[in-house]
Structures are given as C-alpha cells and as structure tokens.
C-alpha cells in the first residue's frame, strides 16, 4: 500500500483560477505534511508544511490537513504561468523519513 | 542564499563500476539525506545522516551503498557495483532540524551503461 497518493493528473487550469491539489495518506501515525514544488527537471523544494488539523495559508497558498480523514490539500489561488510544475505531497512520521506522493502536474494556461 | 551544493551534474558509468556523488549540505545543518528519482517516477527516500551516523536507511539502501561524512563539510554516497537499475537523479538534502522541512541539492544524474 502506498503511504501517501495524490490525485491522478494532469491538472489544467487557466491564469487566475484556482488549482486544488488532494493526497491522502495511509499511516496514522504521519505527523507533519509538506508540499513541495518540482520544476521538470529541477529538485524539489518545500513550499508549505503543515503540522496540526485546519488551514494553513501562506501568500497565494493554502495548505489543509484533516487527520481524521487523513486528507491533505493545497489550494493555490490566482495561478500563474510560474505555477506550473509537479506538486509533491510528503508526509513524515516518528522516524521523519518523509515520504513522497507521486505528484500532480500542474499547467496554468496563460 | 545557503544552497546544498552537488557534483558532479552528471556522471556515466559502466556497469560494475564504483561511483560516488558529493554534497555540500548548508553549512549550520545537522541532518543528511540522499534521495532518488528515478525518471518518470516518485521521489525515493535513500538515507538519513545524523551525528556522524545512519539514523535511517530504506530497503533501497543496501549493502551496495553507503554514506560517510569524511570531513566537516562533504556528505557523500558511494555505490560500489552500479547496475542498470542505478540509473536515476540522486538528490542529496539537508535540514537545521529534524522536522521533515529539507533543502535539496540540484541533484546528480547518474547514468549506468
């Protein structure tokens, strides 16, 4: 099983709009989730980490995590072109090896 | 702007062969890790280093890979028989605390014929 997986895309969406990123995740005993952001070709980089149950927002980011349902989300509102990319979801137990989703590409058509 | 820094870019190997990728983890950093991603694939979690010791390794990491801090500042990961199957971008990664909050290196393509 995999500990953590991400919606299915590729996801498209028009400059300005709102691209909604899901992942859920298979250990109950994950702590912390991270989203992090890889240009194609480029290594990853953390762009949000959340810790508790809610949301979390940073500038045009939202990240939200609901541990009951072991659910995690990013919300990036007004996309732009920059925006597109491959979102990855990570997740990290006691052990904190984090553990990464396959990722959603993300096209923001201009 | 503190970076983790990689060499080589990009390195071709024969099979067999031993290679080993370098890293400069961001100088105030206590943990290391060296990742993989394999082309067209999910971001595999090799090792982590901490206090001059494996804290964590996958089942990936095995007895064909291994880790060493020889000095201060490099961190580097050695395969000594690559095969095919090692073909892959390897990132090395560092962080202040052990929070799952890492800075990646730009990432060593690694390439075994």
């Known amino acids: 099983q995999k500990e953590v997986e991400q919606n299915s895309g590729p996801l498209s969406v028009p400059e300005g709009a709102i691209a909604s990123l899901n992942c859920t995740y298979s250990?109950?005993?994950?702590?912390?989730f991270f989203w992090y952001r890889q240009y194609s070709g480029k290594s990853p980089e953390l762009i949000m980490s959340?810790?508790?149950?809610g949301d979390k927002e940073d500038g045009r980011f939202t990240a939200q995590l609901n541990k009951a349902s072991q659910y995690v989300s990013l919300l990036i509102r007004d996309s732009q072109p920059s925006d597109s990319a491959t979102y990855l979801c990570?997740?990290?137990?006691?052990?904190?090896?984090?553990?990464f989703g396959a990722g959603t590409t993300v096209t923001v058509r201009a | 702007e503190p970076e983790v820094t990689q060499t080589p870019s990009h390195q071709v190997t024969q099979m067999g062969q031993e290679v080993i990728l370098r890293c400069v983890p961001i100088?105030?950093?206590?943990?290391f890790y060296w990742y993989r991603q394999i082309l067209g694939q999910k971001v595999e979690f090799l090792v982590s280093?901490?206090?001059?010791?494996?804290?964590?390794k996958s089942e990936i990491f095995d007895d064909q890979f291994s880790v060493e801090r020889p000095d201060g500042s490099n961190f580097t990961l050695k395969i000594r028989s690559t095969k095919l199957e090692d073909s892959a971008m390897y990132f090395c990664?560092?962080?202040?605390?052990?929070?799952?909050?890492?800075?990646f290196g730009e990432g060593s393509r690694l390439t075994v014929l």
């Open positions: 280093f901490y206090n001059n010791e494996i804290s964590e």
């Open positions: 990570a997740g990290v137990r006691n052990d904190y090896k984090l553990s």
């Open positions: 990664a560092s962080s202040l605390r052990n929070t799952g909050e890492l800075f």
């Open positions: 959340i810790y508790s149950n």
């Open positions: 250990d109950r005993g994950s702590q912390s």
């Open positions: 100088s105030n950093h206590l943990y």
